[in-house]
């Protein structure tokens, strides 16, 4: 397999993974909940095709090495184990045979005190479900719950929950639990089986103050799960806790869950995370670099955030892809990195522009010539057309302006100083940044789309 796969991305996502055989199923073991999930979207349907490819039938699992960690404490009494329920305690009325296999019940999920509400990059995209949270996490709006919370892969949902646990437990020291869909599945199995569904109803419906539960979709066809689901949220709700629930649709479009629980589901309010726009990524990119103490150039977070990104998780990986590249070769971070790192990434930006394609372009949109631009004439109707291709070359090429002045016969200096003039003219006159846009529609409507005019970064190029 490792024939099939860049030899960056095997040595990021696959190299780190450990495989272990355990009850006659593969378990790889990934560093990270983010690492788990990466190669579950990315690379786990190669690795099926492959392991059926040489005759191997098994069942494939995905593991987080969480390492030996203790529990967090909770200064509040919990139920003691001698009150555990008896065989005779009653059980769910139906067997969950078949919802998951048996196996050890799953631990509550790990939470990541760095995924919190100060580091979710807010936008049109999210900012109501930010701001719903929040006010969950904090306990000022009860009508709000249950919060369901819809999101594609990658676009920030499992940073949200991790983010309202931390922030109930520190604003309020709420006792709050984030689970997921399965391991909730998994710990009701469990119960079953040694007959303690006692102390699983008291953990979940009595000895918390926010429910989190990720990725309920699962729940598709599990019945007795969702029973028990059920009744958990509606003893919450009686009890007036808090609940957040978080999927990849909307539970009225999850097949066979049970109409009870989709309505009790919706009891609250329902709010969808939207894949981010142009300007909702460049601040992620701004927000992620600066916490990594790097500092983009302009044209490479424009090459970046131009490109039509899917999910917040792969902007974040081609930039850390960008960064470690120009690290591990020691150049500069330049716009032939960024566009490098996007065709890694399989993401398709726009389409590249040549300094000679700008220059012919920029001339006959104003009705002269290459030859008149680069001409030793400093008139009016010259210069300014001149000024306009010196500064889209050096927005939208990876041109040096030493490079762009050999196209127009002239110095470094006359570039730079064409580049702040153009930029200060179309920041105030809006008949030149109207002209400006225009000959950028020609050129390339996406980025016209994705224009704004600013300051140029100062680099040297």
């Known amino acids: 397999m490792a024939e099939d796969v860049p030899e960056a991305a095997f040595e990021t996502w696959l190299e780190p993974v450990a495989a272990r055989v355990r009850d006659g199923e593969l378990c790889l073991v990934c560093p990270s909940a983010f690492h788990r999930e990466r190669l579950r979207e990315r690379f786990l349907p190669r690795?099926?095709?492959v392991l059926r490819s040489h005759g191997a039938e098994v069942q494939v699992r995905l593991e987080v090495d969480s390492g030996p960690s203790p529990a967090p404490s909770d200064p509040r009494p919990r139920r003691p184990v001698a009150a555990a329920a008896s065989p005779a305690s009653p059980a769910s009325p139906a067997s969950p045979a078949g919802d998951a296999t048996p196996e050890p019940a799953a631990p509550v999920a790990a939470i990541q005190i760095e995924a919190n509400f100060s580091n979710f990059?807010?936008?049109r995209s999210n900012a109501l479900v930010r701001e719903a949270g929040l006010a969950v996490a904090q306990g000022r709006q009860a009508s709000m719950s249950p919060l369901y919370v819809?999101?594609?892969?990658?676009?920030?949902?499992?940073?949200?929950?991790?983010?309202?646990?931390?922030?109930?437990?520190?604003?309020?020291?709420?006792?709050?639990v984030l689970v997921s869909a399965e391991q909730f599945t998994n710990e009701l199995t469990k119960a079953i089986r040694e007959r303690r569904t006692g102390d699983f109803k008291f953990r979940y419906r009595e000895d918390l103050d926010v429910l989190v539960v990720e990725d309920v979709e699962f729940l598709q066809g599990k019945r007795a799960t969702q029973v028990e689901l059920f009744h958990t949220l509606d003893a919450l709700t009686r009890r007036g806790r808090r609940i957040v629930l978080t999927a990849d649709r909307s539970p009225r479009d999850i097949p066979d869950l049970d109409p009870r629980l989709a309505s009790r589901m919706t009891g609250g309010l329902c709010a969808e995370i939207e894949i981010p726009d142009r300007e909702h990524r460049e601040r992620i990119l701004r927000a992620k670099a600066a916490g990594g103490g790097v500092r983009i150039p302009r044209d490479c977070l424009e090459v970046l955030s131009d490109a039509p990104?899917?999910?917040?998780?792969?902007?974040?990986?081609?930039?850390?892809?960008?960064?470690?590249?120009?690290a591990l070769l020691k150049r500069p971070l330049?716009?032939?990195?960024?566009?490098?790192?996007?065709?890694?990434?399989?993401?398709?930006?726009?389409?590249?522009?040549?300094?000679?394609?700008?220059?012919?372009?920029?001339?006959?949109?104003?009705?002269?010539?290459?030859?008149?631009?680069?001409?030793?004439?400093r008139r009016r109707d010259v210069a300014w057309p001149r000024q306009v291709a010196m500064y889209l070359c050096h927005r939208f090429t990876p041109a040096s302006t030493k490079e762009i002045g050999a196209i127009f016969r002239r110095g470094h200096?006359?570039?730079?100083?064409?580049?702040?003039?153009?930029?200060?003219?179309?920041?105030?006159?809006?008949?030149?940044?109207?002209?400006?846009?225009?000959l950028i529609e020609r050129l390339d409507p996406e980025r016209r789309s994705h224009f704004r005019p600013g300051d140029p970064d100062g680099d040297s190029r």
Do not use: C, M, W
């Open 150 to 176: 819809i999101s594609g892969p990658g676009l920030g949902k499992s940073h949200l929950a991790n983010a309202i646990v931390v922030e109930a437990r520190q604003a309020s020291g709420a006792r709050a």
């Open 121 to 123: 990059i807010s936008g």
């Open 309 to 326: 990104f899917q999910s917040v998780r792969d902007l974040e990986g081609t930039l850390v892809q960008l960064v470690a590249n120009a």
């Open 413 to 438: 200096s006359a570039v730079r100083n064409a580049i702040r003039v153009v930029e200060r003219t179309i920041l105030e006159r809006a008949t030149r940044r109207y002209q400006v846009e225009a």
């Open 334 to 377: 330049d716009v032939g990195l960024a566009r490098a790192a996007l065709r890694r990434a399989g993401i398709r930006g726009p389409r590249e522009l040549g300094s000679t394609e700008i220059a012919h372009e920029t001339a006959v949109f104003f009705g002269t010539s290459v030859e008149h631009l680069a001409s030793p004439s």
């Open 47 to 49: 690795i099926l095709a």
